[in-house]
């Protein structure tokens, strides 16, 4: 509506002040912080009667672990799908600000409701079977790396510059690896990698959510640079035109997460569940592939990484060697183990990514 405002505005003589106001909403700064108010506005008011409404549908909540640490049987009885009232903000956060013909737009949404989807359909089973384990992970697997291999096909045809299938090296000014049409297997596994390692991390109340904005906010930086040729010439990145406005996406999912982690705070009134985790790592995943910045995600999302590679070392480890690593995985469950209690795991691990993320940014300028 308000490009179409401005468009009209242009062609209507003696309207040039409100052709000055409406202009605003060109800017993608402005539209970032519109997209954070609307997607936050939105989960605050809508989320008591979300979190109500899947209480009583969903009875006993969400499964808990048996086999994990006893401190966390105290928390049976929570709600699940959390993720609904992130995605739904989001949503409406990226409808509302962003510009419709803006294809990277729909293709980083079109992954992040396609995961949360997969992850919707796992918590549906978990809670309906009250059992901790919800479809076959290779089912899920292959779900998630069609959807992948589909967006990062789209990437590249969408961007048909040369270094679309090749991968840049942080803190290099001119080394890249270039894969070819194997691009987009390796983004597809970016893609899925993001998604699966969020939904490891999210095992605490708050734990995910907050890393998970911090490297939402540290990406919309990237992407409006990558998406600037000016900035990006300066900095010497590589341009992608368009990505820019994954900021305005970016800036939705913050607005949304705020409000989400209002609820999701220790005592948690509701848990984010699969449909949340997987969707937001997916979303990751995908703008980091689109700004071609697959590892630098790696950096700033370094926790989720921790949280991914203790998991599969446990996993090896004790299958040839009887032994286990870790007192139990995923790693932020080592550390409850240890003694540590939830607060401090927490709020230690958001300190961590906190450090992950500006040495992650900082690749932008140290090339």
């Known amino acids: ?47 008591p009667w979300i979190i109500d409404h899947l209480r009583i549908r969903q009875g006993k909540g969400q499964p808990i672990r048996t086999d994990g640490p006893q401190s966390h049987l105290a928390k049976k009885g929570t709600p699940t799908m959390g993720g609904l009232m992130i995605l739904s903000g989001l949503t409406v956060g990226t409808v509302l600000w962003c510009n419709p013909l803006n294809p990277y737009v729909w ?52 961007n048909r510059d040369p270094a679309s299938t090749a991968l840049t090296i942080p803190f290099l000014k001119d080394t890249v690896l270039h894969f070819g ?44 640079l990558a998406g600037n040729a ?29 409000g989400f982690l209002w609820f999701n705070a220790p005592p948690a009134s509701i848990f984010m569940g699969d449909t949340g985790s997987l969707a937001l790592g997916g979303m990751l995943g995908s703008i980091a592939v689109a700004v071609k910045h697959e590892i630098v995600l790696a950096v700033i999302g370094g926790l989720f990484v921790l949280e991914a590679v203790s998991v599969i070392v446990q996993v090896v480890s004790f299958k040839l060697t009887g032994k286990r690593i870790f007192r139990m995985a995923p790693i932020h469950h080592h550390f409850e183990q240890l003694g540590w ?10 300190i961590i990514s906190v450090m992950l993320a500006l040495a992650g940014l900082s690749t932008l300028k140290l090339r």
């Open 1 to 47: 509506m308000f490009y179409w405002l401005i468009e009209l505005s242009n062609t209507i003589p003696g309207y040039g002040a409100v052709r000055t106001v409406l202009n605003v909403f060109r800017y993608i700064t402005f539209r970032t912080g519109g997209a954070i108010v609307t997607g936050a506005l939105f989960v605050f008011l809508f989320g």
């Open 107 to 158: 293709i980083v949404l079109a992954v992040t409701l396609g995961f949360g989807f997969v992850g919707f359909y796992d918590d549906y089973l978990k809670v309906t079977k009250q059992t901790t384990s919800g479809f076959g992970g290779k089912l899920r697997l292959l779900i998630e790396g069609i959807i992948g291999l589909v967006a990062c096909y789209a990437l590249v045809r969408l």
């Open 181 to 224: 049409w194997f691009f987009v297997v390796f983004g597809a596994f970016v893609i899925v990698g993001a998604g699966n390692a969020v939904n490891l991390t999210d095992g605490l109340d708050g734990l995910a959510i907050v890393p998970v904005m911090i490297a939402t906010a540290s990406f919309a930086m990237i992407a409006y």
């Open 230 to 258: 000016v900035f990006a010439d300066y900095l010497q990145i590589k341009y992608v035109a368009g990505t820019g406005e994954l900021a305005v996406l970016c800036g939705a999912l913050l607005g949304a997460g705020l």
């Open 341 to 350: 209690t939830e607060p401090q795991i927490v709020i230690r691990f958001w």
